[in-house]
Nanobody, 120 residues
Framework: QVQLVESGGGLVQPGRSLRLSCAAS????????MDWYRQAPGKERELVAG???????NYADSVKGRFTITRDNAKNTMYLQMNSLKPEDTAVYYC??????????????WGQGTQVTVSS
């Protein structure tokens, strides 16, 4: 079994920063691409940022220049540094990861989500 656990969400004022973490654990052989998604009330889930195991990154246009995605392969952990937060960044943030288990099966796993609220 593989689990993804997010942390770091909360309530923050516009213009401030938050750092999200996503830790993968369990029967892991390797973790390939990892991604952050978000879903605001009444909207579809959208890709925020992604990072490959080699460190190649991609971002949604709405967060370029404000958010930075990184990962620590030794800890199977991914981070999302969110700066200059805006009210429109308010959403539940989910991490996902393409994981190869010790049994050599491959699957996409999701975390439970962490709420980020940007409000004065």
């Amino acid at each position: 079994q593989v689990q993804l656990v997010e942390s770091g969400g909360g309530l923050v004022q516009p213009g401030r920063s938050l750092r999200l973490s996503c830790a993968a654990s369990g029967s892991i052989f390797s973790v390939n691409a990892m991604d952050w998604y978000r879903q605001a009330p009444g909207k579809e889930r959208e890709l925020v940022a992604g990072i490959t195991s080699y460190g190649t990154t991609n971002y949604a246009d709405s967060v370029k220049g404000r958010f930075t995605i990184t990962r620590d392969n030794a800890k199977n952990t991914m981070y999302l540094q969110m700066n200059s937060l805006k009210p429109e960044d308010t959403a539940v943030y989910y991490c996902s990861a393409h994981v190869v288990s010790t049994a050599r099966s491959s699957a996409i796993y999701w975390g439970q989500g962490t709420q980020v609220t940007v409000s004065s």
